[in-house]
């Protein structure tokens, strides 16, 4: 069984910067490919980014050059980097851990007010 936690969700200006946070519990954290994915208001959740357990890394284009995905397998825990955050990136986002299935976290809520 696989725990995930997201934090540092908030609201922040446009253009404004928040950092993610997703701690997973388990000892096989390095072998799983970790994403983020968002659900905005009226609309289906989506891939944000994801980053395999080697580190490469895939962005959406709505939000590459301005997102980073990155994982610390000593910390069990998977970080995005939001910056020049828009109204259109408000949403819940959720960590995801995939390995044989998928996991999710509970969900964080980003409010990017215009």
């Known amino acids: 069984q696989v725990q995930l936690v997201e934090s540092g969700g908030g609201l922040v200006q446009a253009g404004g910067s928040l950092r993610l946070s997703c701690a997973a519990s388990?000892?096989?954290?390095?072998?799983?490919?970790m994403g983020w994915y968002r659900q905005g208001p009226g609309k289906q959740r989506e891939v944000v980014a994801s980053?395999?357990?080697?580190?490469?890394?895939y962005y959406a284009s709505s939000v590459k050059a301005r997102f980073t995905i990155s994982r610390d397998n000593a910390q069990n825990t998977v970080y995005l980097q939001m910056n020049s955050l828009k109204p259109e990136d408000t949403a819940v986002y959720y960590c995801?851990?995939?390995?044989?299935?998928?996991?999710w976290g509970r969900g964080t809520q980003v409010t990017v007010s215009s």
């Open positions: 995801n851990a995939n390995y044989v299935r998928d996991w």
């Open positions: 388990g000892s096989i954290f390095s072998i799983f490919v």
């Open positions: 980053i395999t357990s080697g580190g490469s890394a």
